[in-house]
């Protein structure tokens, strides 16, 4: 299997663990170096709706993943945005 999937797969089973969600694409792989920086697409129960006892609905965030080549997680956060144009000129 190609490293590029590995890391897919490394990031999916990462954010399905933590985030406690069951629907996850990554986006976005770049090799950096001797890391791999991923964007996720993620869809979560809305929390405010939750909190209010209506009905649930997804909400779709954006999650920036950093895995080194040992395949273990560097840092992750979710991102306010993601505007793929941005993202190119990094």
Known sequence: MSKIITVRNAVIKFLKENIKTTEVTVIRIEKSGDTWKTVA??????????????????????????????????????????????????
């Open 41 to 90: 697409e993620v869809y979560e129960d809305d929390s405010f709706l939750k909190s209010m006892n209506l009905p649930p609905k997804k909400i779709r965030l954006f999650y920036a993943v950093v895995i080194d080549s040992e395949l273990e997680v560097l840092s992750f956060t979710r991102l306010s945005t993601y505007d793929e144009s941005e993202q190119e000129n990094n």
